[in-house]
């Protein structure tokens, strides 16, 4: 059950989507000496090299700093350690970029790109927008207050996620192998280096030439498909906890570069994207608590096996689907853990830039709302599906809203260590 990103999707329509102009070489120049060309029908693939980002390849400091990577203070599980890694590496990107800024140093000159290819990626670009728009209404509407390259390069994001989340949750998911994943990571490293397939990756390859985003998450997400195709259990919270990260909290790393911090921010780097991750994995964990009996059905048990068994439960209570005392009491054990994640996260969202906020802020109590409902329905996830009704949805944009605009905390558990 990956959910790649938090809102309904049928994308089934994106994959005949094909950039239709493939028999036209295109190439972009971009600040960095970066160029972006789409592959020709006849296979050339002559691309002119862009200059490679900062080495990441050192070892990743070790300090926890600010960043508070388990939110129920217990010692960090090994799937914690490895993610945390990848956060360290993501933050400092973003912070070589911002020292780069401040002292005004480029490798190259800026070049123009042709009317053609500025056309080309426009196209792409307000394709991605159009499939958001048709399938993420809330997120849509509230990524409209973004800057237009910052909302630009969100819908290539969002898009790229639910192409991924397709090809295991999809119409076609019983025809995917390994290798046809192994095939679709190869055109993320292709996009990532200038050369997209189709329209689509066009939006993407452009989008991570413009903003330090780390090509990690987007593999890690792959990976997390990998594991629905192998895996129906999870031993414990720390199998659990690394799915999340793959399927959910990727996403929070890759949009946090294009969405930005507020310039009045005390925060660390690693703090906001530590944030972000926080509520990747609680989306995901309220999307496995709400889904639970609809898994079920399909073999698929996403909850953490020795805490079942704590609760005196087993495969057999899943899938016989009775709502007892027991179910209901394992039931807030997971509520309240999925409930402090959405807190930890909640620290994070005033310190994007003020103009980024709304569409984090919607995801996120919209989420805990469905939480909210599952106590509603008695904790019976079995044969009800917990979920947020138009009306209570359209209540909460404003009180979204009003967060979005609220100034920074800078006293917070994110602020810079004195």
Same mark, same amino acid.
């Given at each position: 059950?990956?959910?790649?990103?938090?809102?309904?999707?049928?994308?089934?329509?994106?994959?005949?989507?094909?950039?239709?102009?493939?028999?036209?070489?295109?190439?972009?120049?971009?600040?960095?000496?970066?160029?972006?060309? #789409?592959?020709?029908?006849?296979?050339?693939?002559?691309?002119?090299? #862009?200059?490679?980002?900062?080495?990441?390849?050192?070892?990743?400091?070790?300090?926890?700093?600010?960043?508070?990577?388990?939110?129920?203070?217990?010692?960090?599980?090994?799937?914690?350690?490895?993610?945390?890694?990848?956060?360290?590496?993501?933050?400092?990107?973003?912070?070589?970029? $911002?020292?780069?800024?401040?002292?005004?140093?480029?490798?190259?000159?800026?070049?123009?790109?042709?009317?053609?290819?500025?056309?080309?990626?426009?196209?792409?670009?307000?394709?991605?927008?159009?499939?958001?728009?048709?399938?993420?209404?809330?997120?849509?509407?509230?990524?409209?207050?973004?800057?237009?390259?910052?909302?630009?390069?969100?819908?290539?994001?969002?898009?790229? #996620?639910?192409?991924?989340?397709?090809?295991?949750?999809?119409?076609?998911?019983?025809?995917?192998?390994?290798?046809?994943?192994?095939?679709?990571?190869?055109?993320?490293?292709?996009?990532?280096?200038?050369?997209?397939?189709?329209?689509?990756?066009?939006?993407?390859?452009?989008?991570?030439?413009?903003?330090?985003?780390?090509?990690?998450?987007?593999?890690?997400?792959?990976?997390?498909?990998?594991?629905?195709?192998?895996?129906?259990?999870?031993?414990?919270?720390?199998?659990?906890?690394?799915? #999340?990260?793959?399927?959910?909290?990727?996403?929070?790393?890759?949009?946090?570069?294009?969405?930005?911090?507020?310039?009045?921010? $005390?925060?660390?780097?690693?703090?906001?994207?530590?944030?972000?991750?926080?509520?990747?994995?609680?989306?995901?964990?309220?999307?496995?608590?709400?889904?639970?009996?609809?898994?079920?059905?399909?073999?698929?048990?996403?909850?953490?096996?020795?805490?079942?068994?704590?609760?005196?439960?087993?495969?057999?209570?899943?899938?016989?689907?009775?709502?007892?005392?027991?179910?209901?009491?394992?039931?807030?054990?997971?509520? $309240?853990?999925?409930?402090?994640?959405?807190?930890?996260?909640?620290?994070?969202?005033?310190?994007?830039?003020?103009?980024?906020?709304?569409?984090?802020?919607?995801?996120?109590?919209?989420?805990?709302?469905?939480?909210?409902?599952?106590?509603?329905?008695?904790?019976?996830?079995?044969?009800?599906?917990?979920?947020?009704?138009?009306? $209570?949805?359209?209540?909460?944009?404003?009180?979204?809203?009003?967060?979005?605009?609220?100034?920074?905390?800078?006293?917070?558990?994110?602020?810079?260590?004195?």
């Amino acid at each position: 059950m990956p959910s790649a990103l938090v809102w309904a999707f049928n994308a089934s329509s994106i994959w005949g989507l094909e950039f239709k102009e493939n028999q036209r070489d295109f190439k972009v120049q971009r600040p960095f000496g970066a160029s972006l060309k #789409c592959l020709p029908a006849n296979g050339l693939n002559q691309i002119v090299k #862009c200059r490679a980002a900062p080495d990441m390849s050192e070892a990743m400091p070790m300090s926890m700093g600010g960043l508070v990577m388990n939110p129920l203070a217990k010692p960090m599980l090994p799937s914690e350690q490895k993610v945390y890694d990848v956060v360290m590496k993501q933050a400092a990107m973003v912070n070589d970029v $911002k020292q780069r800024k401040r002292i005004d140093v480029l490798d190259v000159r800026p070049e123009i790109a042709s009317p053609s290819t500025i056309e080309l990626l426009n196209e792409a670009y307000e394709r991605c927008g159009e499939v958001c728009a048709e399938y993420a209404k809330t997120f849509y509407l509230g990524t409209l207050l973004m800057t237009p390259d910052r909302r630009k390069a969100i819908w290539a994001i969002y898009v790229w #996620c639910r192409r991924t989340d397709e090809l295991v949750d999809g119409p076609n998911a019983s025809h995917i192998t390994p290798l046809a994943l192994d095939r679709w990571e190869q055109r993320l490293e292709d996009l990532f280096h200038g050369r997209p397939y189709d329209m689509l990756d066009a939006a993407l390859s452009d989008t991570v030439l413009k903003y330090p985003v780390d090509i990690q998450p987007f593999r890690d997400m792959i990976e997390g498909m990998r594991m629905d195709l192998t895996k129906s259990r999870y031993k414990n919270f720390n199998e659990l906890y690394l799915y #999340c990260y793959y399927v959910a909290g990727t996403v929070g790393l890759m949009s946090v570069p294009v969405m930005g911090i507020a310039p009045e921010s $005390k925060a660390t780097t690693e703090s906001v994207y530590n944030a972000a991750l926080a509520l990747g994995i609680a989306n995901q964990l309220t999307n496995i608590l709400r889904d639970v009996g609809e898994d079920a059905c399909r073999g698929r048990i996403y909850l953490p096996q020795d805490e079942l068994a704590q609760f005196g439960l087993s495969d057999e209570d899943i899938f016989a689907g009775k709502v007892t005392d027991r179910w209901r009491a394992f039931m807030k054990d997971q509520i $309240k853990r999925a409930r402090v994640f959405f807190d930890e996260a909640e620290k994070g969202v005033t310190e994007l830039d003020k103009a980024s906020r709304w569409p984090v802020w919607a995801s996120l109590i919209l989420y805990r709302q469905i939480l909210d409902a599952i106590e509603v329905n008695d904790y019976d996830n079995f044969t009800k599906r917990a979920f947020v009704g138009k009306a $209570k949805k359209f209540l909460s944009l404003p009180i979204a809203y009003t967060q979005a605009f609220m100034r920074p905390v800078v006293t917070s558990k994110l602020s810079r260590a004195s």
